[in-house]
């Protein structure tokens, strides 16, 4: 980086680092015990700390990265300061933890911008620079920054695998890959993710060349018709029925496939994907997920995606292909009437934000759920048309793995979506800075909102003595 821009980005990473240590700080003050999955993080990450390596709480559902990841950071830390006594593994010092996973994900999320924007020479730095930024405050994210929670370790490892996989270091991709798969099972998805990015760029290169192959002998057909369609169905069986390409790609994602392996092999062991208690985390077809990530992009991602000039263009789109719109209109109507599911965490526990979304929306009356299928419909189409300067193998690969880690989960959790969005971000076009400062700007006003009313509007349960408190 020139000297210029290091300062900058320097000068962003350190004073947003500072002001999360000040947060930190009042969040340790306010809540100084575990709050809510802390209850099992805490405790399990603590008996590490003390060398009971095979204890394990049947509670928590997810792999022990995080424990082991911790151990590793403070003990080392403590050697080194002296420290001794309870302040080892305190909860203070493994939320502290997130803190340094938080200013990772900066740095992560700013090389990723680099590397996938490299082309984009109208972009200036202060821009990259800034959007990183706003992407490091990502509400849903950020707030976990201040707790024990899996989510910006889990973040952490899966942009770094992501960011390697793009330099073509394929085996070190592998191997964060399942870091990260340690921190949550769901990660397994983006590892598939990498490996389909290697797998969409030969697929581009080849389909080029059959299109130009086809631009020779002076065959054409209009752009975005059927026959097109068609023939590049054709081409992707052709290309993944060759055993030569199949032998090149294996290849190239080998790394990849070992960890899609070994994976098969945890699940077959293990009985399926959860570890721990099963009875609350049921896979199952929940179709509707999808427009509840829709819905939330465009809400996170309104500056891009919720503007007059969209929903021209969508306008003018759905009187152009009204016959196929109103196709789509029919599958989602009967997606949501066969598979929606209401998790019970959902209705009894008033803590989190989905508990109101769902009671204040979606629970006014049966026909709302059905009435917001226009709104899910011009989210897709919004969200897909950003994604348009990225070839079409990679918008498929994308929105396979969107549906693999979205559309099995019963519970509507915000937390589901981070990783789904990060990726979306990162790829989609960099907006004018007016609407940059935009977003970072929301992003602010809604860490505020969201850390002051966990931090003062509390409430209690009246069969419990603890305090309450509103989180994501």
Wanted: charged residues 15%; contains cysteine; positive net charge.
């Amino acid at each position: 980086m020139e000297r210029a821009v290091a300062y900058g980005f320097s000068g962003a990473m350190s004073g947003a680092f500072l002001l999360s240590c000040l947060l930190f700080a009042a969040v340790s003050r306010r809540q100084r015990g575990p709050y809510m999955d802390e209850a099992f993080h805490v405790p399990q990450a603590q008996a590490y700390c003390q060398g009971r390596f095979l204890q394990w709480d049947p509670m928590i559902t997810t792999l022990p990265g995080l424990y082991l990841v911790s151990v590793g950071v403070v003990k080392p830390a403590a050697w080194l300061l002296g420290w001794t006594g309870s302040v080892v593994c305190s909860v203070g010092m493994l939320r502290f933890i997130n803190l340094l996973f938080n200013a990772g994900n900066f740095y992560l999320l700013y090389l990723l911008l680099l590397k996938i924007h490299q082309k984009n020479k109208a972009v200036s730095d202060f821009q990259r620079i800034l959007s990183a930024l706003t992407l490091a405050t990502f509400p849903t994210l950020y707030f976990f920054t201040f707790l024990y929670y899996t989510d910006p370790g889990s973040v952490f490892f899966t942009l770094f695998s992501y960011l390697m996989c793009l330099y073509g270091n394929h085996k070190t991709s592998a191997l964060l890959g399942f870091c990260g798969f340690m921190f949550r099972q769901t990660n397994i998805v983006w590892t598939v993710f990498c490996a389909g990015n290697v797998v969409a760029e030969k697929l581009n290169e080849a389909w080029k060349i059959e299109l130009q192959k086809k631009k020779d002998e002076k065959i054409s057909s209009r752009k975005g018709s059927f026959s097109d369609l068609t023939r590049m169905l054709q081409f992707l069986v052709e290309y993944l029925m060759s055993p030569k390409n199949l032998v090149t790609l294996t290849a190239l994602t080998w790394p990849y496939i070992i960890l899609v392996s070994v994976f098969i092999v945890f699940v077959f062991i293990n009985g399926g994907i959860v570890v721990g208690d099963r009875s609350s985390h049921e896979a199952c077809l929940h179709f509707p997920q999808l427009f509840y990530f829709l819905s939330f992009t465009v809400f996170f991602s309104f500056p891009h995606l919720l503007t007059l000039t969209k929903i021209r263009k969508f306008l003018l789109s759905l009187r152009k292909h009204l016959v196929q719109y109103s196709l789509i209109t029919v599958i989602c109507l009967f997606l949501i009437w066969k598979f929606t599911y209401v998790h019970k965490y959902l209705l009894a526990d008033n803590r989190h934000y989905t508990f109101y979304v769902w009671r204040k929306v979606f629970q006014r009356h049966e026909l709302v759920k059905y009435l917001l299928v226009p709104f899910y419909i011009f989210a897709g189409w919004s969200f897909a048309d950003m994604l348009k300067s990225k070839s079409i193998f990679w918008i498929l690969m994308y929105f396979v793995c969107l549906l693999a880690v979205t559309v099995p989960q019963k519970l509507l959790e915000f937390r589901y979506f981070i990783l789904p969005f990060l990726i979306y971000r990162l790829n989609i076009p960099f907006l004018s800075l007016y609407r940059q400062l935009l977003e970072l700007a929301f992003y602010i006003l809604v860490n505020a909102v969201t850390l002051y009313v966990f931090l003062n509007r509390t409430f209690q349960w009246e069969n419990s003595d603890e305090v309450q408190r509103f989180m994501w």
